[in-house]
């Protein structure tokens, strides 16, 4: 049988050709702000309703505002992936502050939109949501009645949107302009590289304990050259933020990112009651994968490593096989979606430099395809990342079905999908080891993320947490970010690591990400949450896909604790829920630390 070859640089001509110079955005860009110029008046002139007879109206207005939206969304997912693809496409960037202005005008738009269905009577309301070309969007529409009645005026929030481009973004586009960039020299193998910050991050997992030290010390003292700039971009961000929400009356800085998540506050605290309840076998990991490594504690720049030197390398046609291989099992659905991704050309994986560090997954909405974007470099590290993103993209494809404007789904419901697809493949790669050692190591990388988001993702919780109370009573210094980074370290890590990253506020990138506020608690959610759907799909194989299907489709539609009930049967609100998971990932520290007993 021939080895299928997949293209491992993604095709954004489909959408529109010639990237950053390309004539057809051009034509796209302007034709969506005459659209929203139009469309704009209409909404000034939109009056709030006195009777259901208005329905009709109203339906058509979103109709229009939700078309709008999804162009705008449409030419934001290709200039992300121009700017991914390459850091140095200065016309990209300057694309991005058109789009991100167009963003701002839409959004202060239809926020007056909104704040005019606020102020409808409660006996008009419901009959409005009664009509049948509102029904499907009430939840929704209830929403956005919540949302504005919690805001200021009309103009206030108008002008904290237009202010906004030039006063919010733009520090975050100072951020990603600064790291674009940002070089470090290190010497891998012999040989001296220049490498972006981005590939010089892969490296912190080398075999050889020299050049991850190396490399760490080197993207320490690069963070620190920039430290002065990087807390001036991090400060504003949030200052703005406190600003709007000290407006809004708004005293607790997780309001908004719970309300993002469509979730409560005493969900996010059961989660990390119960993670910090239960944190002491993942520092036994920590400490065993010390001893193996010949020392007494982890340094920071060991925290990635791996203690089996000789780990397989997986070709990216080889890893792309066994993510569909072990699809298949769990959702011939998500199989044949993700091979028809491998095959089209939506994985953006090669290894070169210039590219920006991470991955992500974005769609394109009125294409109904997504793209991804990652750096392949061979390991199962690689292979599960590529398998999460799948994920991500599966879920889109899931809701191509629903209305846009009940696909918005939250961030922590995203990860949920994500990482389900993840499991799938680390928990396939642990039981298909072909040697003990295989398997040691592959346990290994599958535990580390259970480390990553129990202990890593945790420290950048408490990190934020803290500095957004600092921050209201005015600038924290570069020195003092320095040392709530380190305290969150150490505490989130239990003491299991010598050294920490003080830097790390500065080189992360979702804290100086303007559409998102604390980026990092969704994460330990989705991947907790998805354990829970993991364990009843293991149960019932391919016959648990409808049931999953089902399940994402209604993650736009309803608050978690209300999708985890329905599907589930659980009260996420209870530690009892989240130890369930923690549960399973410490049995497979119980094995490590069996196999690992010499």
């Known amino acids: 049988m021939t080895q299928t070859t997949y293209p491992q640089v993604w095709d954004l001509d489909v959408f529109f ?33 006195t009777s259901s007879s208005q329905a009709g109206e109203i339906a058509d207005l979103i109709e229009e505002g939700s078309d709008i939206s ?36 839409y959004g202060a738009a239809f926020n007056a939109f909104q704040q005019k269905l606020a102020q409808t009577e409660e006996n008009v309301w419901k009959d409005l949501l009664n009509d049948e070309r509102l029904k499907e969007w009430d939840f929704v529409l209830n929403e956005w009645r919540n949302k504005a009645q919690e805001q200021l005026s009309e103009d206030e929030e108008s002008l904290i949107s237009a202010l906004s481009v030039d006063g919010y973004h733009a520090w975050g586009q100072m951020y990603n302009t600064i790291v674009g960039k940002m070089t470090v020299n290190v010497t891998v193998d012999g ?41 001036n971009t991090l400060n504003h961000l949030a200052g703005f933020r406190l600003n709007v929400y000290k407006k809004r009356g708004w005293e607790n800085v997780l309001k908004e990112p719970l309300d993002i998540n469509r979730m409560e506050q005493k969900t996010l605290d059961a989660m990390w009651g119960a993670i910090s309840k239960h944190k002491d076998p993942f520092a036994k990991f920590l400490n065993r994968k010390a001893q193996l490594l010949g020392k ?6 060991d925290l990635g490593a791996s203690t089996q030197s000789n780990k397989e390398k997986l070709s990216y046609d080889e890893g792309a096989q066994f993510i569909l291989k072990h699809f298949e099992k769990f959702s011939p659905e998500m199989a044949k979606f993700s091979k028809r991704a491998f095959e089209e050309g939506w994985i953006e994986a090669e290894d070169r430099s210039g590219k920006r560090p991470g991955g992500f997954c974005t769609g394109f909405p009125l294409d109904e395809q997504s793209r991804i974007f990652m750096t392949y470099s061979g390991s199962m590290s690689n292979v ?11 879920h889109s494809h899931a809701l191509k079905t629903v209305h846009p404007l009940n696909r918005r789904y939250a961030m922590n419901v995203a990860e949920t999908a994500s990482t389900f697809a993840e499991m799938i493949v680390a928990d396939a790669s642990v039981k298909e080891a072909s040697s003990e050692k295989d398997k040691i190591a592959l346990l290994e990388d599958k535990i580390q993320r259970s480390v990553a988001f129990f202990m890593n993702i945790h420290s950048r919780f408490l990190f ?21 980074t380190d305290e969150a370290q150490r505490e989130a890590y239990k003491g299991a690591v010598q050294s920490t990253s003080p830097s790390y506020w500065s080189n992360k990138l979702h804290f100086h990400i303007t559409g998102v506020p604390f ?14 759907i993991y364990a009843k799909a293991l149960e019932e194989g391919t016959d648990y896909e409808e049931q999953y299907i089902a399940l994402l489709r209604d993650t736009a539609t309803m608050s978690v604790e209300d ?33 690992t007993d010499k």
């Not at 290709?78 to 005008?105: G, H, P």
């Not at 007494?296 to 720049?301: D, G, P, R, S, V």
């Not at 934020?464 to 709530?484: D, H, I, M, Q, S």
């Open 563 to 595: 999708l985890a009930m329905k599907h589930l049967g659980e009260d996420i609100t209870q530690e009892a829920f989240w130890e369930k998971g923690i549960e399973l990932c410490k049995s497979d520290v119980d094995e490590y630390l069996s196999l």
């Open 464 to 484: 934020e947490t803290r500095f957004y109370e600092e921050r209201k009573n005015g600038f924290v210094p570069a020195e003092r970010l320095n040392e709530l």
């Open 296 to 301: 007494e504690k982890l340094e920071w720049y």
């Open 384 to 394: 599960a990342t590529l398998a999460h993103e799948l994920g991500h993209a599966f």
């Open 17 to 49: 050709k010639g990237g950053s110079e390309s004539k057809e955005l051009r034509n796209h860009l302007e034709k969506v702000k005459n659209r929203l110029d139009e469309f704009a008046k209409k909404l000034q002139s939109f009056e709030t309703p």
């Open 70 to 105: 999804l162009h705008i969304r449409q030419s934001g997912a290709f200039i992300s992936c121009l700017e991914a693809q390459d850091m140095k496409d200065k016309k990209a960037s300057a694309l991005r502050s058109e789009v991100t202005e167009l963003s701002a005008t």
């Open 191 to 231: 040989e001296e590289k220049e490498l972006s910050v981005g590939q010089a991050n892969n490296l912190l997992s080398h075999d050889d304990p020299e050049v991850r030290k190396d490399v760490y010390e080197k993207l320490e003292a690069a963070w620190k050259d920039q430290e002065d700039l990087f807390a």
């Open 519 to 532: 980026y990092n608690f969704p994460y330990t959610f989705g991947y907790l949450f998805s354990l829970s």
